[in-house]
């Protein structure tokens, strides 16, 4: 760091970490699931929780295809207040289900500090999305949640200040906190966001904190989303977070951006190789028991698709 720059009591790069050769400290999420070890990790799933069939069928094609963790989000932060907003609550009973029959761990945003007893006891990972980045007040009470952040980089904010971010988390208790350059607002208006590579090096470097990367909100295109994922993982990423979606044309938020099927797995084949080009491995790490006798799953097929929302996220 330079001279002007902050200092990180947590955060920064500490003298003793991790597996020999690497500084990255690794993050346990359960007794199989790791970030920042020598896996690639790929959390992947709809952009919105929208119903049981669609997350169902979603979580199982992620888990076939390699991915490790089911994304989905149940609160949706939207640019404007008339787009769908999420199931909410509901949407968090959803992902506790599906994971119950999958064995799928889940990653889900939590937007508010009156969310986050609720949203903790739901998820394996919480999300802090880009607007909320530094939502000090639901950071520091993320600090004192016992579950491992996800925490994704505002899209004006600096490397330094992603990092203070997290100290903000850590400061309060929890160390368990996993960063994600998700793309950033420059003058380009093609992407929907600019993927800072370089930020992927830089945080390597600056901290002991696992990297992952999210090229879909990045690229905000799905024919983007192969490309930036390659380059990410081939910068030294320690995952993804991707969106797929069963139909993604009639998907009721970010439509343009997630991935059918065929596209994800498309996505982990082209992936793989470039993981074991650089001695890592993309190793699914599923629960070693699926819970098979589940009790009667929620009905929400009345909250299945129906309609592509128009206005952007
Ligand atoms: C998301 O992952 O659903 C999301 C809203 O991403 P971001 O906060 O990076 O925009
Ligand atoms: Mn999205």
Redesign the pocket.
């Known amino acids: 760091m330079s001279q002007s720059a902050p200092e990180y009591a947590l955060a920064a790069h500490p003298t003793s970490v991790g597996d020999a050769g690497s500084s990255t400290k690794p993050v346990r999420v359960t007794p199989t699931l790791v970030f920042g070890d020598r896996d690639v990790v790929v959390a992947a799933g709809p952009?919105s929780v929208e119903g049981y069939d669609m997350l169902l069928a979603s979580a199982r094609h992620v888990q076939s295809a390699g991915g490790t963790l089911l994304r989905g989000?149940a609160f949706k932060p939207r640019t404007s207040p008339y787009a769908f907003q999420g199931l909410g609550e509901e949407g968090l009973l959803l992902l506790a289900s599906v994971r119950e029959q999958t064995g799928m761990p889940i990653v889900t945003e939590v937007m508010d500090t009156r969310q986050v007893a609720r949203v903790a006891q739901i998820a394996d990972v919480i999300q802090v999305g880009a607007r909320n980045m530094q939502n000090f007040p639901l950071l520091a009470e993320l600090g004192r949640a016992g579950k491992p952040v996800l925490l994704k980089r505002g899209a004006s904010a600096r490397i330094s200040e992603l990092l203070l971010a997290a100290e903000y988390v850590m400061a309060n208790g929890n160390e368990r906190v996993i960063l994600c350059e998700r793309g950033i607002r420059t003058f380009e208006t093609i992407t929907r966001n600019t993927l800072d590579i370089s930020a992927i090096p830089v945080l390597k470097a600056e901290t002991h904190l696992p990297v992952i990367v999210d090229p879909?909100?990045a690229g905000g295109r799905a024919d983007l989303v192969l490309p930036l994922a390659l380059a990410a993982i081939a910068a030294g990423a320690d995952g993804l977070i991707v969106?797929v979606h069963p139909n993604p044309s009639v998907a009721r938020?970010?439509a343009d951006q997630q991935l059918t099927f065929a596209q994800f797995s498309e996505l982990m084949d082209s992936i793989s190789l470039i993981a074991t080009a650089s001695n890592r491995t993309i190793r699914p790490q599923v629960a070693s028991h699926v819970v098979q006798n589940v009790a009667a799953t929620p009905d929400s097929s009345s909250h299945d698709v129906r309609r592509r929302e128009v206005v952007a996220?």
């Open positions: 952009c989000g879909s909100h969106e938020s970010d996220a």
